[in-house]
């Protein structure tokens, strides 16, 4: 008997990785029916190097094979058959994977730095941006060249394989013979470069030749040397540039060559007069000489480079997707701007840049591009980002030739309308195209529903996640582009719906404790350099926070997230300690009182009770809680609720992260560790509602967001829940039926409410169309998610934040979960539940998300009082259909039902 074939070969979730960058990598398939044993084999050049044997398991994801032991920069090929529960065998199914380089000492090479002037050191701090103390020279006086370098080697028989190992302190682009190395854009991308600085593997083999041979790499100052972040402050890194290589041969006459950067290596500067992350870059096209990484080209008046030994220990393989052009737009209309120059206008809020043709420039002609997200309220150029160095703008330098076409390759920019100048007549739609970057994931999720403005709002979150997962997860793509860390821990829930995000959040999870200090702390954003702890140093207020509450628990909560959705146990493993590490620093801060208690006479109870709650010191607390932010201008209102919600918020996520990182311990087997957190957290939440808790179920402060955390981590004994429900409720009510959440309250909103038998109230949270409400923005034609609510507020104002911050997004989570209704009950989705929201107001919604073990759909519509569902379940998901009140046990495969619904609850509009 011949079991269903295999498909989906994955290493580390990758089909046909080029370098997977782990010595033990996990395998995965999809098993074309339930699965009841496996076996494995893995090959190198033909010689098998490690074999199962027949396994009796239903693993088919995330599977280690036990004497498998990656050698560096090495091609294999693995098959795999599996037996289904009838005994059938399948036939074999192969994959092809290779190796990066894996030791700190297959390094040879060294760094090669151009001999150029390093990077201004700008530093930049938060009170020059709201003073407006701004830098005195134009970008052109101040930043630096892009600087190529150029090596030549010979080859004397034709190649059988190469590949080329690449990075640097800066961005890059690279050339071998004239022609472009792999489709990635800002290599290296962003790490926490102190500690690990990513090495890209390109296959390079049909790219070099017998003879001679020409790499050519340009270098651009990056997130290394660039200005970056909320301040705008350079050389955060470091103020030099450089990039280490080694090309690795085989010709076809069995030698082996290796080629690395080295003191032959010669640099000049290119035809980017200057290139930056934040301020745009400057291309002269008079400069560009497209021979200039050929064999022919004169490289004699080219300088000598300086050379550093290599720093193995901190250059790793890169793992996961790097950033790629993703998409492209065509600009909808162009008009003039009164001000001088043309508006182009893409529809859509993105990060990226754009591409432009010129048609017959005059030489020297000089073009600017402008980018912005928003116009403002008279549809007039109106720029959304302000602070320090974060222009957006480019400017290409024409060479006078019949057509040109200019996209920069060093800079990206958060925008939707382009403004032109330089140009006498309006650009043709066709000549422009806002190209959209993105950690090129592979988008594994969808989800429709029959509400356009609800339909709307989930393609705005998908749109906002593209652009800020942009190599880290970022809070928006224009002003900090920073790896904040709360905004994450709210969105990734989302996230993993949407897109395979496994190994892009586990190389940032990397970054983040990378850069935990040696007190324990997490930091609030990864990567972070010295300069933003200098920062922290000397300000005050939530300006001096290095750690804190709902942020720097991302360590404990994204990972779990990661193994709830994929089943990813690794990433707990990798996490635990460095969550550990952060519960000490929390019970170790628990000591400290807060400052409103100081002065004051404690019961013993009391003491011991304080002495247990991490509630002291400074945090961001409910984040942007709507109300706090009202009547009053900004920079005195945004610390109004990390004031009033730190001391209750902090206590909270302690305990959550304490329960959370027990069920990690619990995963991992460690089940003593698992019990001794168990019961910390449960002295914590006793002694939150013995703290803050009176006897009718009432919190301090008298604002939604600490409501619905304490009914989320479960802060109260159960008798008391009813009591701060309805409080919470009278909240909401008192609002007008509005939300007032804040950053980490608002994922939980929805759910509370619901749980709490309130399923009405939370729908209509979720149609709820004034403003602070998803829909307000929607209606306002946001087509991603805004920083603040009322980005454009009621009369209409257009307001200088950010359009595009994925935060508030996290209620995405919710419309695949509860309304169209697919949410996982175990890791990985062994088992599902489908619960579609039949008696909302929706009448039609589809989603599928894809599993370990394959798509997992539900597709409904009500009609009449009928709701049709169908539904589609992989082998592997135990799913169960819950409607109208019965639970429905469904086998793997297609179903089509119909069900009648109570009339009283088809309350459709
Ligand atoms: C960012 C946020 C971030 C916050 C910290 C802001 O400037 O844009 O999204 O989490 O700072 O409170």
């Known amino acids: 008997m011949v079991a269903a074939p295999v498909t989906h070969l994955t290493v580390e979730y990758q089909p046909a990785a080029l370098a997977i960058a782990v010595p033990c990598p996990r395998l995965s398939w999809v098993p074309g029916r339930e699965q009841s044993a496996y076996e494995i084999e893995v090959r190198a050049a033909g010689e098998l190097v490690a074999h199962t044997g027949r396994v009796p398991s239903r693993e088919c994801h995330l599977v280690e094979v036990p004497d498998l032991r990656l050698r560096s920069d090495t091609d294999y090929e693995w098959r795999v058959r599996v037996w289904d529960t009838d005994g059938a065998v399948s036939s074999w199914a192969s994959a092809r994977f290779g190796s990066a380089l894996l030791s700190a000492d297959d390094w040879t090479a060294s760094w090669v730095l151009p001999k150029a002037r390093p990077t201004d050191i700008e530093r930049w701090t938060l009170l020059d941006w709201v003073t407006g103390r701004r830098p005195q020279q134009e970008a052109s006086e101040r930043l630096v060249p892009v600087q190529l370098l150029r090596q030549r080697f010979d080859l004397d028989a034709p190649v059988a394989r190469a590949r080329l190992y690449l990075t640097a302190r800066g961005i890059y ?32 083999t049909d790219l070099l030749g017998r003879g001679d041979n020409i790499l050519g790499v340009a270098l651009a100052d990056g997130w290394w040397a660039g200005r970056i972040g909320l301040t705008g402050s350079s050389a955060q890194f470091g103020a030099t540039t450089g990039a280490i290589w080694q090309l690795h ?8 060559h290796r080629i690395t950067s080295d003191g032959d290596v010669v640099s000049a500067e290119g035809p980017w007069p200057y290139a930056d992350l934040f301020i745009g870059e400057r291309f002269d096209a008079r400069l560009y000489d497209p021979a200039w990484s050929t064999p022919g080209f004169d490289d004699t008046t080219w300088n000598p480079v300086e050379t550093e ?14 950033v790629r052009r993703v998409d492209e737009l065509p600009a909808l209309s162009v008009a003039p701007d009164p001000d001088g120059g043309w508006i182009a206008d893409f529809g ?3 990060a990226g840049r754009v591409r432009i043709t010129l048609r017959a420039p005059g030489e020297g002609d000089t073009v600017t591009l402008e980018h912005t997200e928003t116009l403002d309220a008279d549809g007039r150029w109106f720029e959304n980002i302000e602070g320090i160095n974060k222009e957006q703008r480019d400017t290409y330098v024409a060479a006078g030739r019949p057509a040109e076409t200019y996209e920069p390759s060093f800079t990206f920019h958060g925008f939707r309308y382009l403004r032109v100048r330089g140009i006498q007549a309006p650009p043709h739609l066709d000549d422009l195209r806002a190209v959209v970057l993105s950690s090129d994931l592979p988008q594994t999720g969808s989800l429709h529903l029959s509400d356009e403005r609800l339909d709307r709002l989930h393609r705005n979150v998908v749109w906002s996640q593209r ?14 582009r920073a790896g904040w860390a709360g905004d994450i821990q709210v969105f990734a829930p989302a996230a993993a719906n949407n897109a395979l995000v496994a190994p892009f959040l586990t190389r940032w999870l990397d970054n983040l404790r990378a850069d935990q200090d040696s007190e324990g702390r997490i930091p609030i954003l990864s990567p972070r350099s010295t300069y933003d702890d200098q920062l922290a140093d000397t300000a005050e207020g939530f300006g001096s926070i290095k750690a804190c509450a709902g942020w720097s628990d991302a360590i404990a909560l994204v990972p779990w997230v990661l193994y709830e959705r994929y089943g990813d146990r690794r990433v707990l493993a990798d996490t635990l300690d460095a969550a550990l590490h952060w519960i000490d620093h929390q019970r170790g801060s628990a000591a400290e009182l807060p400052e409103r208690l100081r002065d004051t006479a404690l019961t013993p109870e009391q003491h011991t009770r304080q002495a247990l709650l991490y509630n002291a010191g400074e945090h961001f607390g409910d984040w942007l809680t709507p109300s706090t932010l009202e009547g009053r201008p900004l920079h005195e209102a945004i610390g109004i609720a990390p004031k009033l919600t730190a001391e209750l918020i902090a206590p909270m996520f ?59 981590f479960d802060m109260v004994p159960a008798a008391q829940r009813p009591l701060l429900v309805d409080h919470l409720v009278h909240l909401i009510t008192e609002r007008g039926e509005r939300l007032d959440t804040g950053f980490l309250s608002v994922p939980y909103l929805l759910d509370v409410l619901w749980d709490a038998g309130h399923a009405d109230l939370a729908r209509r949270l979720l149609w709820q169309d004034t403003c602070p409400s998803w829909l307000y923005e929607v209606d306002r034609g946001a087509t991603t998610i805004w920083e603040a609510w009322d980005a454009i507020t009621p009369d209409g104002t257009v307001r200088a934040v950010s359009f595009n911050h994925y935060a508030f997004g996290c209620v995405d989570d919710v419309l695949y979960r509860r309304i169209a209704g697919i949410r996982a009950t175990a890791p990985g989705y062994r088992s599902a539940v489908l619960e579609p929201d039949l008696t909302g107001p929706l009448d039609h919604a589809d989603a599928e998300v894809w599993t370990p073990y394959g798509p997992l759909r539900v597709d409904w519509t009500v009609t009449s009082g009928v709701a049709a569902i169908h539904t589609e379940i992989p082998h592997g998901v135990d799913a169960v259909l819950v409607a109208a009140g019965r639970s429905v046990q469904l086998a793997p495969g297609t179903h089509y039902l119909h069900i009648s619904l109570p009339a009283q609850e088809h309350g459709k509009k």
């Open 173 to 204: 682009t690279a050339e071998l013979n004239g022609r472009r190395v792999g489709d990635e854009v800002l290599a290296p991308g962003f790490d926490s470069y102190t500690s690990r600085l990513c090495v890209q593997c390109y296959d390079v």
């Open 249 to 256: 041969i085989e010709t076809q006459d069995g030698q082996r």
């Open 309 to 322: 030994p290599a720093d193995p220990g901190v250059l790793v393989p890169f793992a996961g997707e790097p």
């Open 348 to 350: 859509q809020v993105v």
């Open 467 to 480: 652009a800020n997962f942009l190599s880290v997860p970022t809070d928006c793509p224009q002003r900090e």
């Open 654 to 712: 302690q305990a959550q992260t304490l329960t959370v990182t027990a069920r990690s311990a619990a995963a991992l087997g460690r089940t003593a560790l698992a019990a001794r957190l168990r019961d910390e957290a449960a002295h914590v939440r006793a002694a939150f509602a013995a703290e803050y808790v009176d006897a009718e179920g009432r919190l301090p402060v008298a604002l939604q967001g600490p409501y619905v955390l304490a009914l989320a």
